[in-house]
């Protein structure tokens, strides 16, 4: 059965979404529109740092900024969006434990970006208890 | 004995969500380029046929498992990109081009010589 008739309109498309319990298709078509939770993201961490794969096709590699301050990892850039409008997007994370910003690891490949950050060693230090 | 043969996470596997990806057109005088995003596709996994006038493109993406990780938040699922374009007569579609880029499809469907613009000369007289 040919679903999809034409991108414009497409009245089978609705059909689908009556027939879905959840509406995937809004929830998919609402991404798109809200900058502020552009790009999408799945987080991955265990004891040595955190794992970072986002969403980034249509955004050009060279002006995708990832940021590390303490604790707080931010990924920037600017997208042509499906609609036709350029817009910049930023999104941050805050994250219960401090990072490393001198080891990160960043790739694009088929627009999905990875991200690698180790966590901050924890900084021992010994404390003197003077005698009295 | 259990009547569930099938254990749930090989379920989940099997069944991807279906997914309109996102498209858009531009047209020139030239040709119309359609771009399709299809975010963790890479070029050789994108299944692109053209039955008449319809071109259909359906692809699944691909997202990595950290081995050793926990998940913590999850936004991309696994999903079946899927969509189906019904072209209109301008388009030739002997002369269709598609190309690949960081997650961008991008094709470019080329008019028919007889519908793209042309200069009419005006005779002196």
């Known amino acids: ?132 | 004995m259990s009547l569930i043969k099938t254990p749930e996470h090989e379920v989940q596997k099997v069944n991807r969500l279906e997914v309109t990806p996102a498209s858009r057109v531009e047209e020139s005088g030239e040709a119309f380029t359609l771009t399709v995003e299809l975010p963790g596709v890479g070029e050789n996994d994108i299944e692109l046929t053209l039955e008449n006038r319809t071109l259909s493109i359906t692809a699944e993406n691909t997202v990595q498992n950290f081995n050793d990780h926990t998940l913590v938040l999850t936004e991309i699922p696994e999903v079946r990109y899927r969509t189906a374009f019904d072209l209109p007569e301008r388009v030739d579609t002997t002369g269709i081009q598609a190309a690949s880029r960081n997650g961008l499809l991008i094709l470019t469907l080329p008019k028919r010589e007889e519908v793209k613009p042309r200069r009419i000369a005006i005779a002196a007289g």
Do not use: C
Request: aromatic share 8%.
């Open chain 1, 1 to 132: 059965m040919k679903a999809y008739l034409n991108t414009m309109g497409n009245p089978w498309r609705v059909f689908d979404e009556l027939l879905n319990e959840f509406p995937y298709e809004l929830l998919n078509r609402a991404w798109r529109s809200r900058a502020g939770l552009y790009p999408r993201v799945n987080v991955w961490e265990n004891e040595k740092g955190l794992a970072v794969e986002a969403e980034v096709a249509g955004v050009d590699p060279d002006k995708l900024d990832v940021a590390v301050d303490a604790n707080v990892l931010t990924i920037k850039g600017e997208k042509e969006q499906a609609d036709g409008t350029r817009g910049e997007f930023q999104r941050s994370f805050n994250l219960p434990f401090e990072l490393e910003s001198e080891h990160i690891t960043a790739a694009v490949k088929n627009g999905m970006l990875t991200i690698s950050i180790p966590r901050k060693a924890a900084e021992k230090r010994k404390i003197t208890i003077a005698k009295q």
